[in-house]
């Protein structure tokens, strides 16, 4: 449970941080968002976390971090491709999903 916490308010901290206060999300807050999907995933499959709470999970982070619908659908999108993926690997769900 405290592993499940710690990792949650990690990726929490992250998407904050990356976040902006303007009407428009950059191409490198996007990208910097499909990093951190990525690495949310990777750790949540880890903990054994089931896809519809992964999900649930992320999309929140997305819903707060980009401001533009379209960002937040295709974030959304690509955040479902990556649960779908049988591999868990951070840098490879990047490497798949964010270039």
């Not at 009407?23 to 807050?29: E, I, K, M, Q, V």
């Not at 379209?70 to 964010?98: F, P, W």
Request: with cysteine; proline share 1%; aromatic share 4%.
């Amino acid at each position: 449970m405290k592993k499940i916490l710690l990792a949650v308010v990690s990726i929490s901290i992250a998407a904050f941080a990356y976040a902006k206060s303007s009407a428009t999300d950059s191409t490198a807050l996007v990208l910097q968002q499909c990093k951190i999907s990525a690495e949310a995933v990777s750790t949540l499959k880890g903990l054994r976390y089931g896809n519809t709470s992964i999900r649930k999970d992320v999309s929140t982070l997305i819903n707060q971090s980009l401001k533009t619908p379209e960002n937040r659908e295709l974030a959304q999108k690509t955040l479902n491709l990556m649960v779908d993926d049988r591999v868990s690997d951070v840098r490879t769900l990047e490497g798949k999903y964010c270039s």
